[in-house]
């Protein structure tokens, strides 16, 4: 197979290669950090214990081993929640995801209390939130947020100006020559709406909000936007984008969290908005990333000019081959590998790939994944058998990878 | 249904707390009984938002600010209600298993159970099973509701339901599960007797497994009647 260039990337995104699809880690194969290291008790490289360490741009062990497709996302642009994200250890012990959110400068994580069993910490994004002691894998309790008034927002937006030069990498020219000379498909994160107010005022104090103070949240959601339009502008300026990356996660396995009324008087407007801002730089891409079942929201979506959506999660009941049924070539689906098949054993994951994947890559776009970040229960004998089998429906050589670690 | 009362269900069902509570005390004014004004109005509305929400026309928001309207007419009635002998429906006792601190999908459930009528002990979140076997013991629950968010932490529901039965309180209870990763397929795997995809079916499926129990409280509490439909009348999303 040819290489992974821009142009096989744009000619798979617009459907005009049956059959060829991307094995790609930015933005697609996305680990949760504590996944590889787990992995390395099962036999993958010494070298996959400290990814989260690495800088962006160098060397990823992980990408080399599984050998994905190459990609680059500008994560040293503070436009979404990547730049600035690492693995915070507040305790001995205590290692948890620390993004801030969009915010420069981000909060200081703080260690508030502690017992046996937890911690309460603040994070870089000023989240309140209680992490259990002596686990691998780390998900929060949020206790409390940075917005709770206008205020409290007003002390927040200081925040998100989109001028502040720590937003952007010291040596700008030098890295847009670095990225312009590079011939794979390049992405910025371009942030996103309700996602983000989600982190900052917290979900049942959001829903109250809607009713409770709309204008506020149209404040939000209008600095947010400004910022994203002034970046993408000064970005586009000099660096041509292959596709930008908006984060939402407002749904969950019932539906979305608000309905499409309040998606269309909120949200759609500044979508399309951001949308002619992207599109006019010449990038055709516009990825979404959406959590839990979004079929009532897909068609607000397309209408604002979104087009491809991750990760399709089965588990809240989202097919990838209906939506390809359903919408044509008219969207790229990536993801909606059922990730509890995919676990499962090599009878039900091979079941599971080639039900789908065969089929949707050869009736239009589609970047496979499984419908999720890999989680840290995923078998490493699964996944390499994973990346062989999806190589071998490309037509690729296998690369033997669990013999191999 | 009087006028008044109409107002108290279309102020719960619209999330209206001004409206609920001017409606809560005009129909007591009125003269109607507490416990008509509770079954009638408050339930009846939040009852009614149910079935908005499975039709596609109602969405967390909407949930949220109904059940807050609700409490507030509730705040009205509870001391009238207290003289009274309103039994509840039955008791709940609902957590986040162990290892696991995804809060916010069970706390709607609660809030939903509660606002129709059952008596809901929440014991929070990293629930450790022997905590889930206790509470159901000291409160003589109908219902011990699981929830988990994450792959690695589904496990847990066969440790409780083990605790359960190794404590000898598995035949009194029925359990149910829920939560992101959580299908029915899983529910019968890890022997579970109810699942629910979202808040509202939970309280479904809820009116069913205690529908079930002895003392389950089917004829207790405020009236289901023309209420919550059947759970396997469909219309989940």
Sequence with gaps: MSAFTKQRFKEICRGDRPGDFGIVGNGIHIFWPE?????????????????????????NPADEFFDFDPSRSLAEV???????????????????????????????????????????????????????????????????HPVKDRESWNRLRERLDPGTPSRYPAHWEAYAAAINSLDCPVS???????????????????????????????????????????????????IRLDWVWYWEDMAYKGGPMIGPKMVRKYMLPRYERLNAVIRDSGCEIIYLDCDGNIDDLLPLWIEAGINLFWPLEVAAGM??????????????????????????????????????VPYLAQTGPYFPSPDHLVPIDMPFDNFCYYIDLLREIRGDEPLHLAARA | MSKVIETVVAAVRDGDRESAVGGVEAALAAGTPPQTVLD??????????????????????????????????????????????????????????EGDLHDIGKRLVAMLLRGNGYEVVDLGVDVAAHAFVEAAAEHDAGIVALSALLTTTTPQFSHVIAA????????????????????????????????????????????????????GGASAGPSTEGAVPAPDAGGAR
């Design chain 2, 40 to 97: 009638q109005g408050l339930v009846a509305g939040l009852r009614q938002l149910g079935e908005l929400f499975k039709d596609g026309q109602a969405f967390l928001p909407e949930i949220l600010i109904s059940v807050r309207a609700m409490d507030a007419g509730l705040g009205i009635l509870q001391p009238l209600l207290a003289g009274d002998t309103a039994p509840t429906k039955g008791t709940i006792v609902i957590g986040t298993v």
């Design chain 1, 319 to 356: 097919d990838p081959v209906a939506l390809r049924r359903q919408y044509g070539k008219d969207i790229i689906l990536a993801g909606g590998l059922d990730k509890r098949e995919l676990m499962r054993d090599r009878e039900s994951l091979r079941r599971e790939v080639m039900s789908k």
């Design chain 1, 188 to 238: 910025m994160e371009v942030g996103g709406f309700f996602g983000y107010l989600n982190m900052w005022v917290g979900t049942e104090s959001l829903m109250y909000l809607f009713y409770d103070d709309p204008t506020l949240v149209e404040e939000m959601m209008e600095t947010i936007l400004e910022l994203e339009m002034a970046m993408l502008r000064r970005v586009t300026k000099d």
């Design chain 1, 78 to 144: 503070h436009s979404g929640m990547d730049a600035g994200t690492e693995m915070h250890e507040y305790v001995p012990g205590v290692v948890a995801h620390n993004h801030s959110f969009l915010l420069n400068p981000p909060f200081q994580p703080q260690v508030f209390e502690q017992d046996d069993k937890s911690v309460v910490v603040r994070n870089s994004s000023g989240i309140t939130e209680r992490l259990l002691k002596g686990k691998a894998f780390n998900m929060p309790m949020w206790l409390d």
């Design chain 2, 164 to 215: 359960l039965a190794e404590a000898g309180v598995r035949g009194r209870v029925t359990v149910m599960v829920g939560g992101a990763p959580v299908s029915r397929a899983l529910a019968d795997e890890v022997g579970a007797d109810g699942f629910a995809d979202d808040c509202v079916l939970a309280v479904e499926e809820a009116e069913r497994l205690l529908g079930d129990q002895p003392g």
């Design chain 1, 35 to 59: 996944t590889p290291a787990a992995w390395v008790a099962q036999g993958a490289p010494q070298s996959f214990l400290h990814l989260d360490e690495l800088d962006y741009g160098t060397p």
